[in-house]
């Protein structure tokens, strides 16, 4: 289990700059659809902290806001200027703030991975990621609409 600790991170371009404090409510890796766009990879990496320990020090940045195919809504933090994520705010974990896990300082890749989700979306050249749980969805999943993300549909 993680310590009771201060973390520091940021952008691409070093314009923005955040912290965080205290210890992760749950760290993620994603292979849903969203999280490959959102991140231009395989997959996305979360790192979830309590919304009142989380600041941005320094920078210009934007969100952009969508609703999901379960009809929830997302909202990701990026840079104005590198456009690199910094965070994403899902309606489904209200106070919370999931930090986009390539952006802490070095170490970098700090946390255990606690939740793996969207397994029936992960690319066939990943390997086993050790985690205490994993699911083929997650479990707040529950379509109301398909959508074309990339050009394929996300939904079964």
């Avoid at 606690?114 to 050790?130: C, G, L, Q």
Wanted: proline residues 4%; positive net charge; hydrophobic residues 30%.
């Amino acid at each position: 289990f993680w310590m009771y600790k201060k973390y520091s991170g940021g952008c691409l371009c070093g314009s923005v700059r955040y912290e965080v404090e205290g210890s992760p409510e749950v760290t993620a890796v994603c292979h849903c659809r969203y999280c490959q766009l959102r991140s231009g990879s395989a997959f996305g990496t979360l790192v979830y902290f309590k919304e009142e320990n989380f600041k941005i020090m320094s920078g210009e940045y934007s969100f952009y806001e969508f609703t999901s195919e379960s009809d929830n809504r997302w909202i990701n933090q990026f840079c104005k200027n590198c456009a690199t994520t910094i965070t994403s705010r899902l309606e489904v974990r209200p106070g919370q703030v999931g930090v986009a896990g390539g952006t802490f300082d070095p170490p970098t890749f700090w946390y255990d991975i606690t939740a793996e989700v969207f397994t029936r979306s992960k690319a066939h050249f990943v390997s086993d990621i050790p985690s205490q749980r994993k699911s083929k969805t997650i479990y707040y999943y529950s379509p109301k609409k398909n959508e074309e993300l990339g050009k394929k549909i996300i939904s079964d």
